[in-house]
């Protein structure tokens, strides 16, 4: 693994950005709303997010000692996504926005906050 230090940033930092649930991501995952957003990459059925959900809520159940250099990879590159998305907020009424949606693919719910 790699430096403990960065190890233990990149845990904390996805535990923040990361307010769901295993079981309520999952849920999400299985939803209409869920598959309808993102950007699929040519050829995929499955967007980047919803691809990156499934992986998410692995993570959550991964103790750390078993986190490999890749899974705090794909950690900090949740954080990063979230970070970004977040800072793009539509005005109004977010509920029912393929913006929340595309979130929530990378297990933020902004409702939440």
């Known amino acids: 693994m790699s430096d403990h230090h960065d190890a233990d940033s990149t845990r904390r930092e996805f535990r923040e ?3 769901m649930s295993p079981a309520e991501l999952e849920r999400w995952l299985g939803t209409e709303e ?3 957003v993102g950007q699929k990459k040519d050829g995929d059925d499955e967007s980047t997010g919803h691809h990156s ?3 998410i ?3 959550l159940r991964t103790t750390k000692d ?3 250099d890749d ?3 794909h950690m900090r590159t949740v954080v990063g996504y979230v970070h970004r998305h977040s800072a793009q907020r539509p005005d109004g009424d977010v ?3 393929p ?3 595309s979130l929530m693919n990378w297990g933020h719910d902004p409702l939440k906050d």
């Open 57 to 59: 809520v692995e993570l």
């Open 99 to 101: 913006w929340r949606w």
């Open 71 to 73: 899974d705090l990879a």
């Open 66 to 68: 078993d986190l490999t």
């Open 34 to 36: 869920s598959t309808s």
């Open 95 to 97: 509920t029912d926005t």
């Open 53 to 55: 959900g499934r992986r």
């Open 17 to 19: 950005a990361v307010n």
